[in-house]
Every structure is written in structure tokens, then in C-alpha cells.
């Protein structure tokens, strides 16, 4: 039986460019692996905040961004202010953040499922004739997490 998008998932792809959604719908539909839309389109400030964690206050300051975002016991989300879920000038968003449901963050079992859903979405991709690029192979050389690349919920259109 085939996955469906909820609401709150349909919900968080407002605004995300239509290419993109294309291919979450399209994934969705043939994924072994069910799974729900964390994030799509991000203001600068929620991403300062996800740039917080991980981060000290020192660090922070470093980089200009309010130090009480710091929270430097938590897991690294993001290396960059920076975001290609921003609205582009295009009016578009053009990145999504993905997660296999029910959430599963920890343990071994969590890789084999995000990459169940990276084959979803490369092959949803290659139908639709969209590029797509995944935050656990940012060089897009077909060889996941080899660089140390851990953004496995992150993808985004490229060209």
C-alpha cells in the first residue's frame, strides 16, 4: 500500500517551489519507507537558530548571530546562514527537510531509512526530469555520508 503526504506535511510545502513538491509527491508514492516533511520553506532567523545548536556563545558572536541562540549541548544542524529553503527571487523556496516516520533519529536503524527515502527521491526525480541534490552526498557523487556529509533529512533542487 502506498504513503500519503498528511496535512501538516502538505502544510509545510507551502511555498516550496512546485518542481520540488512534484518530486516529494511523486516519492511519497513509490517509498518503501513512509515518511513526513519536517521543514520547508525557512525564515533567516529560524535558520540562525538551527545555526545556534551545537554552537557556543563565543562562536556565535564570531559569526554575528545573537549569542542566546547558543545552545552548545545539542547536535550540529547546519554549517551555514545561509539557506536554499529561503524564498529565492523566483517567490520559491527550494529545499525541503525529510524524515522517516514514525521519527527515528538515533540508533542503526536510522541510516537504512533515510536512504530508502533518498531512493525514493532520486528516482521520483529522475522521472519528473528535476535535478536534486541531498545534504548526505552534498558532491553529488552517488556515495552517501563519505565526506562526513549528516544533513540525511536535506534535499534541494539542482541543476
Given at each position: 500500500m502506498p504513503y500519503a503526504l498528511g496535512a501538516q506535511s502538505r502544510a509545510r510545502l507551502k511555498g516550496?517551489?512546485?518542481?520540488?513538491?512534484?518530486v516529494v509527491e511523486r516519492a511519497i508514492e513509490i517509498s518503501p519507507q513512509d515518511f513526513l516533511v519536517l521543514e520547508g520553506v525557512r525564515t533567516p532567523q529560524r535558520q540562525r537558530q538551527l545555526y545556534g545548536q551545537g554552537r557556543t556563545r563565543q562562536e556565535l558572536a564570531r559569526a554575528g548571530v545573537?549569542?542566546?541562540?547558543?545552545?552548545?549541548?545539542?547536535?550540529k544542524v547546519t554549517w551555514t546562514l545561509i539557506s536554499n529553503h529561503f524564498v529565492k527571487a523566483d517567490g520559491y523556496g527550494h529545499a525541503v527537510?525529510?524524515?522517516?516516520?514514525?521519527?527515528?533519529w538515533e540508533g542503526p536503524t536510522r541510516f537504512p531509512k533515510f536512504d530508502a527515502i533518498a531512493k525514493?527521491?532520486?528516482?521520483?526525480?529522475?522521472e519528473l526530469g528535476i535535478g536534486l541534490r541531498w545534504g548526505a552526498d552534498w558532491d553529488r557523487d552517488g556515495k552517501p555520508r563519505e565526506r562526513g556529509e549528516t544533513d540525511s533529512p536535506h534535499f534541494e533542487l539542482a541543476a
Open positions: 516550496v517551489h512546485p518542481q520540488l513538491v512534484r545573537d549569542v542566546s541562540l547558543a545552545k552548545p549541548s545539542e547536535g527537510d525529510l524524515a522517516p516516520y514514525p521519527v527515528d525514493a527521491m532520486f528516482q521520483a526525480a529522475r
